[in-house]
């Protein structure tokens, strides 16, 4: 059983392993047009900001490992097209040489492209993209450039805010840009972000919010970003927009959602019972909205991958569904969330309810100790768990797991407001604030 794989990013890594540590009746040829695999891109920015030493350790495998457990891995190949019907994969490598690769099975991992605004002088030098490994590496130089004083961010979701931090820990002016009314409008409702923005300028991040860049100004290299309410001199453009599945190889035979991503079911299994898709290219399966959905977390990719590759391998695995659990720490601030917002819940015609608290992380004698505010949504029928949003200065992150199982399991808010919480005051208090936002529903 001969099995392609199309990306060598987290989901195709997964799959890989899945296959070669488990089925050894399995031949296992990897393609990825990168020179490098397994880069962890959350941590670019965290190297950007100096807040890490070396970048080599985001890489977490690397071709050798995969060649050692018997798999065959093309770097710097480019897939051109695949002949589903005669399952074959054309490629060509980067000297310009091409060869064939046949399959029984085919698993696509070729992950997602960042957004690409189509502006007026969009070609000019110094607007970098936020992806892969050489990316960052390119901003990281630029930013390390003397001359470069004033950066400009476009985009306030997550990678936005991250690398607009790192820019303003190497003494850049930093200004952020996003059309949404806040930061990181996709995830938190305005109760948590209202915190973050206000950190952000705290820390000297000059924002501007509801507003839209139109055009990037400059001779050879970009001078000036220019915006439906003004003009702003600047040394470096970062665009950090959002990201859509990249998905050229097979939407002309594969059933698709609107966005692009190819349908798959429980199994990883496109429309094409030979064709499997995992990771950013691919739906996925939303407790929270319980329907299908597209939601690019690296997480996610490698649940998919382990799933795709049990059923290739022969073994029969149910994806159990996702909820998108998330998290983010800005200038020593945390905020974590998973399933819907308030917000994004009634974008999807789901009615809700919400629970708010806020209190100490400890008693109040405790020395150490910090503010935390929690946020839950239900469900208004049903009063199923739907989401869930935390913050603090403490290293909260743990809890949201709490809530994702609940989700995942439709546990009532109800059902929580007597959760088994143990007390030790150098953890918590003994009125928890995850039992007393459930005690505080309706």
Known sequence: MKTVIIGA???????????LDNYPEQKVVMIDRNTNLSYLGCGTALWVGRQIDFYENLFYTNKEAFEAKGAEIHMETSVTRIDFGAKTVYCEKKDGTTFEESYDKLILATGSLPISPNLPGKDLEGISFLKLFQEGQEVDRQISDPAVKRVAVVGAGYIGVEIAEA??????????FDVAPC???????????????????????????????TAYKGTKRVEAIVTDKGEYPVDMVINAIGFIPNTELGRDHLQCLANGAYHVDSHQQTSDPDVYAVGDCASIYSNALQAETYIA??????RSGIVAGHNVGGTQLDAIGVQGSNGISIFGYNM??????????????????????????????????AKVKIRLVYEEGSRRL???QMASTEDISMGIHVFSLAIEEGVTIDKLKLLDIFFLPHFNQPYNYITMAALKAE
Not at 339 to 365: C, H, T, W
Request: net charge negative; hydrophobic share 40%.
């Open 183 to 213: 930061s990181l409008a996709s995830y938190y409702d305005t109760w948590f972000t209202d915190d973050m923005d206000k950190n952000l300028q705290d820390h000297g991040i000059e924002t501007h919010f509801c507003e839209r860049a």
């Open 9 to 19: 990013n987290h989901a195709g890594i997964a799959a890989a392993n899945t296959l």
């Open 167 to 176: 820019a303003k820990r190497r003494g850049k002016d930093v200004l952020l």
């Open 336 to 369: 974590v969330s998973t399933g819907l917002s308030v917000k994004a819940a009634e974008k999807n015609g789901i009615k809700v309810k919400y629970s708010d608290f806020e209190d100490l992380q400890r008693p109040g004698f405790m020395k150490e100790n």
């Open 297 to 302: 977390l690296a997480t996610n990719a490698v």
């Open 386 to 388: 739907v989401g869930a």
